[in-house]
């Protein structure tokens, strides 16, 4: 079975430093991968998304992520935080075959100081 | 127009009682899901459906009972509310569940 990790449960970053939130996954195939983000109050939102080809992906509001298959990670990164990214933050894993539905890691809060 | 809508936003409800959820996606998407976020923002999959036809059923009580009228349509009943069934519930939809999942704004359920 496929499982998340996200080692960094809380990070605060200053507005308009660089942002890396790390993701490690186990599958025993290359997975498909997400990063999603939700908002106090709010549902998830799909930031990015990997399914094959380069492995460096770009998504919404200036984030891009990169695949590693040696390390199994996919981190997540911005260049400079704004005040509004403050959120919190989940890495998901999807797999070809077998179960058909995402599994998410437990969640990275970003606080943003100004 | 709402991708994927659910309904209530809030509940707010006393043990015991009998409570559901409604959640509709107008995107065409052949599947969808109920998951639960915990206190904690932990999200676990409960079900999932692939044309009205039940393919995921995890360790959820059997005080839980999805219904999918049509592929659009999944609703969430559950039965005899107890103080732990206090989450968040999302409803998502995706095509081919091996995709992008879309999810509504969440129901946040309070059992008192």
């Known amino acids: 079975a496929q499982s998340v990790t996200q080692p960094d449960i809380h990070i605060t970053v200053s507005e308009g430093a660089s942002l890396e939130l790390r993701c490690n996954y186990s599958y025993g195939a290359t997975p498909y991968l997400f990063w999603y983000v939700q908002s106090p109050g709010q549902g998830l939102q799909l930031l990015l998304k990997y399914f094959s080809g380069d492995t460096l992906v770009q998504g919404i509001k200036g984030f891009e992520a990169e695949f590693k298959r040696s390390q199994s990670s996919f981190n997540l990164r911005k260049p400079s935080v704004h005040w509004s990214d403050a959120a919190e933050y989940f890495c998901a894993v999807g797999t070809h075959t077998g179960r058909r539905a995402l599994t998410f890691g437990s969640g990275t809060r970003l606080q943003v100081q100004p | ?112």
């Open chain 2, 1 to 112: 127009d709402t991708a994927v809508s659910q309904t209530p936003k809030y509940l707010v409800t006393q043990m015991g009682n009998d409570k559901s959820i409604k959640c509709e996606q107008n995107l065409g998407h052949d599947t969808m899901y109920w998951y639960k976020q915990d206190s904690k923002k932990f999200l676990k999959i409960m079900f999932s459906y692939n044309n009205k036809e039940l393919i995921i059923n995890e360790t959820v009580p059997n005080r839980f009972s999805p219904k999918s009228p049509d592929k659009a349509h999944l609703n969430l009943h559950i039965n005899s509310l107890e103080l732990g069934d206090s989450a968040v519930y999302f409803c998502a939809s995706s095509q081919g569940g091996q995709g992008e999942a879309f999810f509504g704004q969440g129901t946040r359920l309070t059992v008192v």
